[in-house]
């Protein structure tokens, strides 16, 4: 028996140790577990604190990390749900978030300050020190509140306000686990830098080599001015929650490039967020954060640029020699377990090709320049096609005075197909024929696809047939038009590209033209609608029977293009919901728009804008009557305006059982369900009479239920609940309940 204890007391001190070195106490008497990191990804800012599991529980205790005061009470039902803030005696604060309730003087503080104003949500601060707390002492329960899920958001908070990484020299976790490296973005910073032959940005997914190992396979083929990112997450134990490194490192060659370590950040820093991570594939695998500085960024704890480029002149570049070179990406979490992700790059000019047909003697020729602007030797490849690009047959070269001379094929339409590679590996490709002109007219079609980056606008053009050269794309609109720089990605396949600067707000036209491999002429134009915003401006357009939406940008990053576009009619929509206007889209990149743009109408009702949100449906972004005239647009999407005419629906009154929590209230905890599939429910609008007198009620929205919590003092006894709630549009509904309280 003796043995048996002496086993658990070593155990005991082995899985507390960490603790006992800690000066503050860890806030939850559980497992040091966690579902997210500090600094994380969060839609519009970062993740402020470090999430604990709580593992489907309800009313874990939180407890005080040292001797501290109860300085500020929060309740909404969105956001922190109930949050309670405590003071140290350094000046540090900490928080807990998505609580269930507060110690019970607490509890009895933010019922009755809510019930004397009539007010179901709350934030004020607490002076004077009034409600203090010893190391140990329960503070508060986790909950759920405002989260779908049950755990405890806890952040540090230094003297000044700012978050910090608690668990950088305060807290320690078990993590045995290193960080997981799964995708490398690669993106051409300036309009003539190439990826591969490319001027958009590519994804490659690394290999696992060994053990916290990670390779590229194969070698990138880049030029210009070029920046890296990185898709990677880290895991407490393997099978667990994926959550934000702590660090990520940037080497090129050896040499630190750039270095980010999540340990603070400032509140009014945290839309720098959009500056920092690039979504590229819809979710979160699909999401990069930039191993680069982009302007505008004020993070702290971001050492370095990141940029490459083979290119003098370039500020806070790493200008790289022409050659084969080596990068590698460095991630660590909190408790220093690190990955590490390697890759090469050639990076230099790419090879050049300048070809012509000359009659000589009668006879056509081909002749081909090929050269490497480095000075190195280049190798040629030509091939025709007489089926437009379906077959190709290879075609002979000879040196001529210092070209490559072939002969012409006999049929006019044939296309040819000429690559050149130099001594490193890089290759340009160039298609090109000879056809005689002719003039039938629609005889080519295209397809025209506008992308907006906060750069400009790029213009991916397909054509039906191959075209014979690079077709001329010309932009008109506004004040003036131009010539837009053409790139050749395939026999049918372009890209050309607008400045943001020189696009004009309003219509741009841009205007396509060429001959394909036969000889028939392409001729195509295409309209856009877009604005370019500097802070402070407005705009509006017509979404169709003269409604005109008004836009807003109250803060850009330099100019903020933004398109609008008609948009199909996604069908589906609620019950209740009457259409104000056709659907369009507003594309525009999030990382120029400082703060969220802002959108209004003049509809003549309660009208709301809705965003389509796929397998969800519409969903109300907001009632520009109700908020201020005009409502936030923090994404770009799909929208239509709405008019809600059906008010929410109240259904049964139920129970459960609440856990014990601080005792303040009944341990039955009841509700309503409260069904709007339309502009939503105004938790603030809720109210609930109870025996003739109104007490507080919490609107949950995440399981659609007004909860009614009941102080314990209340006398038992038969009872009659009145419950009046409106939605977002000004709907209201009422309902009444008969139920005993215990």
């Known amino acids: 028996m003796k043995s048996r204890y002496a086993i658990a007391f070593v155990v005991a001190l082995c899985a507390t140790g960490a603790a006992r070195a800690e000066i503050l106490r860890w806030p939850l008497n559980e497992p040091r577990k966690l579902s997210s990191s500090f600094g994380e990804y969060r839609d519009g800012h970062y993740h402020a604190g470090v999430d604990l599991r709580a593992f489907g529980r309800i009313g874990l205790p939180c407890i005080a990390p040292d001797s501290c005061e109860a300085v500020r009470i929060r309740v909404s039902p969105a956001g922190y749900g109930k949050a309670l803030y405590v ?305 190709w047959s290879a075609v002979a070269l000879e040196e001529s005075s210092g070209s490559l001379v072939a002969s012409s094929a006999s049929d006019a339409g044939a296309l040819y197909r000429c690559v050149v590679r130099d001594g490193e590996g890089a290759e340009t490709s160039r298609f090109f024929g000879f056809p005689d002109p002719r003039d ?121 293009p933004l398109m609008v576009r008609d948009a199909p009619d996604q069908g589906r929509k609620s019950p209740g919901l009457e259409q104000v206007c056709a659907p369009f889209s507003l594309e525009f990149p999030i990382e120029g728009y400082a703060r969220p743009l802002r959108c209004g109408f003049d509809s003549g009702r309660a009208a709301g804008l809705y965003r389509w949100n796929g397998k969800a449906g519409w969903r109300c972004v907001g009632v520009p009557e109700r908020e201020g005239d005009m409502v936030e647009v923090g994404r770009p999407g799909v929208f239509a305006v709405f008019a809600d005419t059906e008010a929410p629906v109240l259904k049964n009154l139920a129970f459960t059982l609440r856990t014990a929590g601080s005792g303040f209230f009944k341990s039955k905890l009841f509700y309503v369900h409260v069904d709007d599939g339309g502009s939503g429910v105004d938790a603030e609008s809720a109210t609930a009479i109870l025996n003739g007198a109104r007490v507080v009620c919490e609107y949950d929205g995440y399981r659609s239920r007004l909860a009614i919590p009941i102080p314990a003092s209340y006398p038992a006894g038969p009872a009659r609940l009145r419950i009046e709630v409106s939605d977002r549009s000004g709907n209201r509904n009422s309902a009444e309940f008969g139920f005993v309280i215990e």
Not at 190 to 196: A, K, M, Y
Not at 306 to 325: C, S
Not at 457 to 486: N, Q
Not at 526 to 545: E, H, M, P, V
């Open 440 to 560: 039938e007219r629609d005889s080519v079609f295209c397809d025209a696809s506008p992308e907006l980056r906060p750069e400009g606008l790029y213009l991916g053009i397909r054509t039906d047939r191959a075209l014979a050269s690079i077709p001329s794309v010309r932009r008109s609109g506004g004040a003036g038009g131009e010539s837009l720089g053409v790139f050749q990605t395939g026999p049918r396949d372009f890209i050309a590209f607008a400045p943001a600067a020189r696009l004009a707000s309003g219509v741009n036209i841009f205007t396509i033209r060429g001959r394909d491999h036969r000889g028939y002429p392409l001729e195509r134009a295409c309209a856009f609608q877009i604005f370019t915003f500097g802070s402070g401006s407005s705009a509006s357009f017509d979404s169709g029977d003269g409604f005109a939406i008004r836009l807003k940008a109250p803060s850009v990053r330099g100019i903020a």
């Open 87 to 391: 003071r140290l005696g350094d000046g540090r604060t900490a928080v807990y978030a998505h609580l269930n309730g507060f110690s019970r003087a607490l509890d009895s503080l933010s019922y009755h300050w809510r019930l004397e104003r009539g007010k179901n949500s709350c934030d004020f601060e607490i002076g004077g020190g009034a409600f203090r707390f010893a190391p140990g002492e329960t503070v508060a329960y986790s909950g759920s509140s405002g989260s779908p899920h049950p755990h405890l958001h806890f952040e540090m908070r230094d003297a000044g306000g700012r978050p910090f990484n608690p668990l950088v020299g305060l807290y320690e976790v078990p993590d045995a686990c290193p960080p997981i490296i799964s995708a490398l973005e690669v993106v051409p910073l300036s309009w003539g830098s190439l990826v591969d032959g490319s001027p958009v940005p590519c994804t490659r997914r690394f290999r696992l080599s060994k053990d916290s190992r990670f390779v590229l396979d194969g070698t990138l083929y880049l030029d210009g001015l070029i920046g890296f990112g990185v898709s990677a997450y880290d895991k407490q134990v393997r099978g667990s929650y994926r959550m934000g490194p702590y660090s990520v490192e940037l080497l090129i060659d050896g040499e630190t490039a750039y270095r980010v370590r999540n340990r603070t950040f400032d509140y009014s820093r945290s839309g720098d967020i959009a500056l920092e991570y690039e979504d590229r594939g819809g979710d979160a695998a699909g999401r990069f954060f930039t191993l680069f500085r982009k302007s505008g960024n004020e993070m702290p704890d971001r050492e370095g640029w990141g940029v490459v480029t083979n290119d003098t002149g370039r500020a806070g570049a790493v200008v790289l020699p022409a050659g084969l070179h080596r990068g590698e990406i460095v991630v660590r979490d909190a408790v220093g377990n690190e990955a590490r992700g390697s890759f090469q790059f050639v990076l230099k000019r790419s090879p050049g090709i300048e070809a012509g047909r000359r009659i000589s003697s009668g006879a056509p020729r081909i002749e081909i320049d090929a050269f490497d602007p480095d000075g190195g030797s280049v190798s040629t490849d030509l091939n025709v096609s007489t089926d437009g690009g379906a077959t």
